[in-house]
């Protein structure tokens, strides 16, 4: 692994509640432009992992960088405006406000930074912020639904809402915790496609799934947890091949 | 010496009844999980309880009064001492007391039909809901009350036997000058007895586990088929009636108005909040606390170093505390704490 | 697109302003037309639409909103002691000084939430009014309040005549009919900013943040700052309408910054609406205009009311009315917001909202 080009680095992290062993030793790598899957069977620490990475938990041990600056001990919102965006598992979304604003909301988040008191200007002056709205909503599939209350959408529209939400930050990093939990296989893929799209553009991800059809479709590189440590760590194809892994995960997967 | 004792006395009559209030607005709020801004009236209603017994009590007929002999003078006795005498004079003398035979029914009536008639739809609504509507129910109430009874505070005697002061000083053997009222310490034994006996109804009695249990965790209880809605139903009667009690006999240390309920209850929230949102046993620490540190703030000394400390101390505290430890006391850790 | 609701904004605006400068003339007949009612409106108004800002937007329910008022009742007097009877200093003063203590109280209690908010805020203000009546009695006088008096300085007035003078602006003196023109352009004034606020993305953010606060912290924002300002601006209308107070009649007393005064923003809030625009305003206007027709009621002029009902049914009509007015107004109060609260918890303006669906629906089917 070239150490050059890596962008995300968790390092020798540990994390243990009363006790109990939730993370230990983990050191991955993200390069910058690569999309990176973490997998592993349930209670295995992936959201713990992503909990540390977004600073909503502080490791007992090790450092989250980003770029160079340490995420760890960082509040949400400066992580988020180093360019870290995390989506959500359960669709944390702004339920009072329309998918417009929803949307146009982490746009103005990226250009205005994370205040900026500006009550004497038109929101209906953003020209810009709208388009960039209107045209990410087109680009998950809402199109159609703008300027519906986001508390009216059906629980799968509502993950691609926030995935709207993160996308239209064009962040340098995108955590995605099981993006398409709660899809239908037709909308799985229509995401995959998105996602993958999206990759061309070089936008650099780190996914948190349980389906192995997305995992394989999107990730170039994937680390295996199991009991809160690495066990595996590669390529598609050589994960694919490691015994450790089928024993742990895959084999029963495969049932 | 004598100061800090006498002090830590006056306190704690007052602290007594904040103890009582803010026990049952944080029983309340553990069990229903609802901020009841309309406690204080419960409160207030218990005072007017003991009032309205009064009235009752001296329906007076009018007859001539006999003694004034140059010209015809009225005057009026109660019925009760036409009809019983001695016995009837005795009777209105002890009406405070004998209010509580009232009172307790009365409040519990009460209590029931304000959770099932209203609290009881604002359980999912938000809080700012919840505030609002109880806040504004202890207007409708406060506003009654004063329709039918007035603005102005109406004086109640304690009976003629606890009518003076004990000499606490010769007791403990020390200055004579150490006075305390009866009515004070009585006071004083109700509260604790009133306290201990929610604690050992919600410890020894099936019931009380149950309601204990679903202070911890709601939904877990309603799992195991335990109709866990009608208890607390039940927990909001016994907080009005403990709330009744505490109104109704501290009538004869400040005789009761109208808008004592809500005088009472922003001090019994800051209590509530310094002893712990949702524990039982900080709400009677913090209440008696608060009650004596109130005292202490009004010595002439310590106002002479920081002026209208008195008027202000029991909110400094509750700024201090909600900064600083926001669960209070001894409240659970996480709740509300974010 | 840009100007179509530029425009939109311009004619709600130059509505509202038509409809606050012709209320002499449309309040006439029901009896309002008044300048010391006019004035309630336009101040009380003010006062709504700034507590809005913070609770309607962001919901966080303030219970301590009249310190601010109280405190801009206060600067005004002192700078009418001291400066000046122009209205201009004062109002000014006003404003400031309710703007940094709204950043004192707001930096400290915004550190909390929900219930936690309001218990401190209400702290807050009980600790300002119990001041205000006792340590604090060199600034305000006490249980007395603060007036004017023939010994105060005056430095900037040269002024030297009989008794004691009359608010003015450049000469005009406030009181009657220009003292309510004062308080209607400063109420549109009011009323255009709270307009700008809520369609600027700085209010969008802060009904985001009522939507889902932690949701705005993962999505880059720091909501602290937003929260203190709209707790600073709303805060600053606050001072506006105690100063407008001091205005039309130079006194400040310790009675507007008691809790209940507190409640009463908060009651005409939610009466008429809150987070909407209008609602605030309309909810002040019927609480101060019923609080002014009811109050002044007795037996008697029940009485006359219900003449023409047979004796025994007037008895009853007038006893039963009687609880409600005169003194019992504020039962009245308690009852409606009850009402609102259980039924229609978007206020009048939600009642509207209903009421046009109902129509368009009938129509729709007819």
């Keep these: 692994m070239a150490t050059e080009n890596i962008i995300f680095h968790v390092a020798d992290v540990h994390k243990s509640f009363s006790g109990l062993h939730a993370l230990s030793d983990i050191d991955l790598g993200v390069k910058e432009g690569e999309t990176h899957a973490i997998i592993g069977p349930n209670g295995a620490g992936k959201s713990t992992l992503l909990n540390v990475c977004i600073g909503r938990l502080k490791p007992d041990q090790g450092t989250v960088t980003f770029d160079g600056t340490a995420l760890t001990g960082k509040q949400p919102h400066e992580i988020n405006q180093l360019g870290v965006v995390r989506v959500f598992q359960t669709p944390e979304i702004f339920p009072d406000l329309t998918l417009m604003q929803n949307v146009m909301v982490p746009c103005l988040s990226k250009r205005d930074g994370s205040f900026k008191l500006n009550f004497f200007r038109r929101m209906s002056a953003e020209k810009d912020i709208k388009e960039l709205a209107e045209s990410t909503l087109v680009d998950v599939g809402l199109g159609e639904q703008l300027y519906n209350d986001a508390s009216s959408l059906s629980r799968g529209d509502k993950r691609r809402l926030e995935l709207a939400m993160g996308l239209a930050q064009k962040p340098r990093l995108l955590l995605l915790d099981e993006p398409t939990a709660g899809m239908a296989r037709h909308d799985t893929n229509k995401t995959i496609d998105l996602l993958n799209r999206i990759k061309a553009q070089g936008m650099t991800k780190v996914i948190i799934e349980h389906d192995m059809h997305v995992v394989f479709s999107l990730a170039d590189r994937i680390t295996v947890l199991a009991g809160g440590r690495i066990i595996a760590q590669g390529t598609p194809d050589e994960v694919k091949g490691d015994p450790k892994v089928r024993e742990a995960y895959l084999g029963e997967e495969q049932e | ?338 | 697109m840009k100007n179509e609701s530029a425009l939109k904004d311009w004619t709600l605006i130059i509505l509202f302003a038509a409809v606050v400068l012709t209320m002499p003339i449309w309040l006439k007949p029901l009896g309002a037309n008044y300048p010391d009612l006019m004035q309630k409106f336009a101040i009380f108004g003010l006062f709504a639409i700034g507590f809005n800002i913070l609770f309607g937007l962001t919901g966080y329910l303030s219970f301590g909103h009249a310190a601010f008022l109280g405190i801009g009742s206060y600067t005004a007097v002192w700078s009418f002691k001291l400066l000046t009877m122009n209205v201009l200093p004062a109002v000014i003063f006003a404003v400031v000084m309710a703007g940094i203590f709204a950043f004192l109280i707001g930096f400290v209690s915004l550190r909390r939430s929900g219930i936690y908010f309001s218990i401190l805020t209400l702290a807050f203000a009980e600790m300002s009014f119990n001041m205000a009546y006792s340590v604090l009695t060199p600034i305000t006088n006490g249980e007395t309040g603060l007036q004017l008096s023939l010994k105060d300085p005056r430095i900037l007035d040269n002024f030297q005549g009989e008794g004691i003078p009359i608010t003015n602006l450049f000469g005009v003196k406030m009181s009657g009919m220009p003292g309510f023109y004062f308080c209607a352009a400063i109420l549109i004034i009011g009323f255009f900013l709270s307009v700008r606020i809520t369609r600027s993305p700085f209010g969008m953010m802060l009904r985001a943040i009522k939507s889902n606060q932690t949701r705005m912290a993962y999505t880059g924002f720091n909501t602290r700052p937003y929260l203190v300002w709209a707790f600073v601006i709303s805060g600053m209308y606050a001072g506006m309408a105690g100063a407008l107070m001091a205005v039309t009649d130079p006194l400040a007393g310790a009675e507007r910054m008691q809790w209940t005064a507190s409640g009463e923003v908060v009651l005409m809030t939610i009466l008429g609406g809150a987070g909407t625009l209008i609602g605030p305003l309309i909810g002040a206007g019927i609480i101060k205009y019923f609080e002014n027709i009811f109050s002044a009621f007795n037996e008697q002029t029940l009485n006359e009311v219900f003449g023409a009902l047979p004796d025994t049914l007037q008895n009853i009509v007038v006893k039963i009315a009687g609880l409600f007015v005169g003194e019992g107004w504020h039962l009245l109060l308690g009852l409606m917001f009850l009402i609102v609260i259980i039924f229609l918890p978007g206020g009048i303006m939600e009642g509207f909202r209903r009421l046009g669906k109902l129509f368009r629906l009938s129509g729709r089917s007819a």
């Design chain 2, 1 to 338: 010496m004598d100061t800090i004792i006498l002090q830590v006395l006056n306190g704690i009559d007052k602290g007594a009844a904040y103890a009582l209030i803010a026990l049952g607005l944080t029983l309340v709020f553990g069990t229903l999980g609802v901020v009841n801004f309309a406690h204080g009236a419960l409160f207030m209603l218990g005072a007017f309880t003991a009032v309205t017994l009064r009235e009752l009590l001296t329906l007076s007929k009018k007859v001539k009064d006999e003694s004034v002999t140059f010209f015809d003078a009225y005057k009026e006795i109660p019925y009760l001492e036409i009809y019983l005498g001695d016995f009837g004079t005795a009777i209105v003398d002890y009406a405070v007391p004998l209010s509580i035979l009232i009172a307790i029914p009365f409040m519990l009536l009460v209590g029931l039909v304000m959770e099932r008639g209203l609290i009881r739809h604002f359980y999912k609504r938000p809080h700012a809901d919840q505030i609002l509507v109880t806040f504004g129910l202890a207007l409708v109430l406060q506003e009654i009350v004063k329709k039918f009874y007035g603005a102005n505070p109406i004086p109640q005697a304690a009976p003629d036997i606890v009518a003076g002061s004990a000499n606490i000083g010769a007791w403990i053997g020390m200055a004579d000058s150490m006075v305390y009222p009866w009515w004070r310490l009585i006071y004083l034994a109700f509260a604790l007895a009133v306290i201990f006996a929610v604690f050992a109804f919600l410890r020894f009695t099936t019931f009380g586990m149950v309601v204990r249990a679903g202070m911890q965790d709601r939904e877990t209880v309603s799992l195991l088929g335990i109709d866990i809605e009608r208890r607390f139903t039940i927990v909001f009667g016994i907080a009005a009636v403990v709330a009744g009690l505490a109104g109704l006999m501290y009538t004869p240390i400040s005789p009761p108005n109208y808008h004592m309920g809500m005088d009472f209850l922003v001090l019994s929230f800051v209590v509530v909040v310094v002893g712990g949102m949702g524990s039982l046993p900080g709400a009677v620490l913090a209440g008696f606390l608060l009650g004596i540190l109130q005292s202490f703030a009004s010595l002439n000394e310590v106002k002479s170093i920081l002026p209208g400390i008195d008027q202000i101390i029991i909110f400094l505290v509750a700024v201090v505390v909600l900064l600083v430890r926001p669960r209070g006391l001894m409240g659970r850790k996480g709740i509300m704490e974010d």
